[in-house]
């Protein structure tokens, strides 16, 4: 069953002097348990497609359908909140929150008990290839692979089964490129997720379950 499917879709961003028609008519279907990579050149509208599938807005014309239900039709901070996870290439973790505090968030927002959510951060850490030892950690004491780890185990607190990852080896080296793109492989084949990247590497493009390549806002 796919869990993301976008059936036409259309963005226009408008200003006060003109329209620019970011994605023409896309049309594509996600399912669990593969990773996919969305690539194309700066400006052909990747990012902004993630950006609809995420809830950030709904399109101009078409749909973004979430197990078959279009975005335009539910509450969008909920579905952000509760249905898909984003990762970053900038991690945008809280720099005044402690590793355990940062992962623990989402958990918290959505009810969990603080002594649970600190329990279940611990476990995410060490899903992440990560040690206890960083849990009382600052993000700023801690590598960009390390920091991008924990956006990641932040990501998987929000009991979603659906990642996307905006260019999440960007601010990385080529090993721990390769070794954020392992813990991703295996959320995706071993766990079941939908793992959605937009990058412009194409090494993980080859390694992609499916790799997509969008030109002017169209598939190419």
Known sequence: MNVIELKNVKYVYKTKYQSVEAVRGI?????????YTIMGS????????LSLMAGLDVPTEGSVLFEGISTADINL?????????VI???FRLFPLLTVAENVMFPMELLGMKP?????????LIRKVGLTDAVLDRFPAMLSGG??????????????TKVLLADEPTGNLDSKNSEYLFSILESLAHDDGYCVIIVTHDDALGKRADE????????LA
């Open 27 to 35: 049309s594509y279907a996600f399912e669990p348990g593969k990773v």
């Open 42 to 49: 700066s400006g052909c509208g990747k990012t902004t497609l």
């Open 77 to 85: 901070e909920q579905y952000r909140r509760e249905r898909v996870a």
């Open 88 to 90: 970053y290439q900038d």
């Open 115 to 123: 002594a649970l959510a600190k329990k279940r951060a611990a476990e």
């Open 146 to 159: 390390e920091q991008q780890r924990v956006a990641i185990a932040r990501a998987l607190g929000m009991d």
């Open 211 to 218: 790799a997509i390549r969008i030109h002017d806002g169209m």
